[in-house]
């Protein structure tokens, strides 16, 4: 997908695109096995942090982001069929969480580069996201919890 200039346009083009796709019910034994795999993962990226392995940290802290956000995002009934459109419908339908969009693209476009093109991450662009990374994993987490316990 092309850049954009801000979410709202991110998420319009997804919704046209037919990338939301509504599920029939929220299952949330697999919510559940989502944050257990979560867990486990974010293990192995701060080993990853502790053997500077920068690479490996930041791929794997993504793919945490990205599974918490899909499980958050399956207690409303909807599949995502792009990481870009996961983290647009994220922050669009959630305000509350006051989450940035500019980080999602940043994050992602890396983990792009990193997976798709060979860029390499370096300990500075590592220590750039590391801190945000943490704070979205912990607040998805939490209100993961809450809605599974509510």
């Known amino acids: 997908m092309r850049p954009f200039e801000t979410v709202?346009?991110?998420y319009d083009v997804c919704v046209s695109e037919g990338n939301i796709i509504p599920t029939s019910e929220i299952d949330e034994e697999r919510i559940t096995a989502s944050l257990h795999i979560a867990e486990e993962d974010l293990q192995s990226a701060q080993d990853a942090v502790g053997k500077k392995r920068w690479n490996s940290a930041y791929k794997t802290y993504y793919d945490v982001l990205h599974l918490l956000a899909e499980?958050?995002?399956k207690?409303?009934?909807i599949k995502l069929k792009?990481?870009?459109c996961l983290f647009a419908c994220l922050c669009v339908k959630?305000?509350?969480l006051e989450l940035s969009w500019d980080f999602f693209e940043k994050v992602r476009t890396k983990r792009n580069g990193i997976h798709y093109y060979g860029n390499p991450v370096t300990e500075k662009d590592w220590k750039e996201v590391a801190l945000q990374f943490q704070l979205y994993l912990d607040l998805l987490k939490k209100k993961i919890e809450?809605?599974?316990n509510a």
């Open 75 to 77: 207690f409303e009934n």
């Open 94 to 96: 959630h305000p509350e």
């Open 71 to 73: 499980a958050f995002l």
């Open 146 to 148: 809450e809605r599974l």
């Open 8 to 10: 709202e346009e991110a």
């Open 82 to 84: 792009t990481h870009l």
